[in-house]
């Protein structure tokens, strides 16, 4: 007697123990490093970290190292700086994304192809390419040497315009007709119509502009010369200098950069996915 046939959509066991093969290991190379550094954060002078077993659970676990750190480097003024320029290139994407990416998406210009192509022509070029011109521009405008200056260039992302494309184009041009037609003006269609559907999307942008503005640590390096203007990843610079031989000291000061971001997608999470699925291609 034949088996019991499987549905289309079904999975064998042989296949579920392959994912969950295949997810472990997906896991342990993603989550492995960051539990590495937190471990190494934790742990004491007394021991030994370059030891042939490795040890993942500290033998006297301290905060010594956090101390230590934050003693060396002014870190809460890093992470202000850190923050003052995260928040200028969140603010930016958000309302420049938006208002672009509805243009594009909505409103029937001339040049609108031409400009979609120059915006995709842009993401095509890597970022150093363009350090130089970026520079000039920020010291020409008298930015150099600033907190906005580090913040300008990344002010509007083009990948952010056209993900907030997208996310309008995915709104039924129906309901725009409908509003056009009783008199709704562009940004009322905007404000009633555009912004309650791509909430999800603009939660994408706002993790992905804190993330970019955190993290950067070239151009900040170029652009600053004043140690009390320092973000936090260019600050933190000092310790792998100074600290080359403590890998504790420098582990804790990576958790200290880290901490925010993990509390930035945790806050946005829900909003997060809920982009991500909207932004997804159904079938």
């Given at each position: 007697?034949?088996?019991?046939?499987?549905?289309?959509?079904?999975?064998?066991?042989t296949?579920?123990?392959?994912?969950?093969?295949?997810?472990?290991?997906?896991?342990v190379?993603?989550?492995?490093?960051?539990?590495?550094?937190?471990?190494?954060?934790?742990?004491?002078?007394?021991?030994?970290?370059?030891t042939?077993?490795?040890?993942?659970?500290?033998?006297?676990?301290?905060?010594?190292?956090?101390?230590?750190?934050?003693?060396?480097?002014?870190?809460?003024?890093y992470?202000?700086?850190?923050?003052?320029v995260?928040?200028?290139?969140?603010?930016?994407?958000?309302?420049?994304?938006?208002?672009?990416?509805?243009?594009?998406?909505?409103?029937?210009?001339?040049?609108?192809?031409?400009v979609?192509?120059?915006?995709?022509?842009?993401?095509?070029?890597?970022?150093?390419?363009?350090?130089?011109?970026?520079?000039?521009?920020?010291?020409?405008?008298?930015?150099?040497?600033?907190?906005?200056g580090v913040?300008l260039?990344?002010?509007?992302?083009?990948?952010?315009?056209?993900?907030?494309?997208?996310?309008?184009?995915?709104?039924?041009?129906?309901?725009?007709?409908?509003?056009?037609?009783?008199g709704?003006?562009?940004?009322?269609r905007?404000?009633?119509?555009?912004?309650?559907?791509?909430?999800?999307?603009?939660?994408?942008?706002?993790?992905?502009?804190?993330?970019?503005?955190?993290?950067?640590?070239?151009?900040?390096?170029?652009?600053?010369?004043?140690?009390?203007?320092?973000?936090l990843?260019?600050?933190?610079?000092?310790?792998?200098?100074?600290?080359?031989?403590?890998?504790?000291?420098?582990?804790?000061?990576?958790?200290?950069?880290?901490?925010?971001?993990?509390?930035?997608?945790?806050?946005?999470?829900?909003?997060?996915?809920?982009?991500?699925?909207?932004?997804?291609?159904?079938?």
């Amino acid at each position: 007697m034949a088996g019991k046939a499987r549905g289309f959509n079904s999975v064998s066991p042989t296949e579920k123990v392959i994912r969950y093969v295949l997810l472990a290991l997906v896991l342990v190379i993603t989550i492995g490093p960051f539990l590495w550094q937190l471990s190494t954060s934790l742990k004491s002078v007394t021991e030994d970290v370059f030891t042939r077993t490795p040890s993942f659970v500290p033998q006297d676990p301290t905060l010594a190292n956090y101390a230590e750190v934050t003693e060396t480097i002014p870190v809460i003024g890093y992470a202000a700086n850190s923050l003052f320029v995260a928040v200028l290139v969140v603010a930016g994407n958000t309302i420049g994304a938006t208002l672009a990416g509805f243009a594009l998406a909505k409103l029937e210009f001339r040049g609108s192809k031409l400009v979609l192509g120059l915006l995709l022509a842009t993401l095509v070029l890597p970022g150093e390419v363009t350090l130089i011109s970026q520079y000039v521009i920020v010291r020409g405008l008298g930015f150099a040497d600033s907190l906005v200056g580090v913040a300008l260039p990344g002010a509007i992302q083009m990948l952010n315009v056209l993900l907030m494309r997208t996310a309008f184009q995915s709104i039924p041009k129906e309901i725009d007709s409908a509003a056009i037609i009783d008199g709704a003006t562009a940004w009322q269609r905007l404000i009633h119509i555009g912004l309650p559907n791509v909430r999800g999307m603009l939660s994408v942008i706002v993790i992905f502009s804190f993330i970019y503005a955190w993290d950067d640590f070239l151009w900040p390096l170029l652009v600053l010369t004043d140690p009390d203007k320092y973000t936090l990843t260019v600050g933190l610079q000092y310790l792998s200098g100074t600290f080359s031989n403590n890998p504790r000291l420098i582990a804790a000061g990576t958790m200290l950069a880290f901490l925010p971001i993990v509390a930035m997608f945790a806050f946005f999470q829900r909003f997060f996915f809920r982009g991500v699925e909207a932004g997804a291609i159904k079938g």
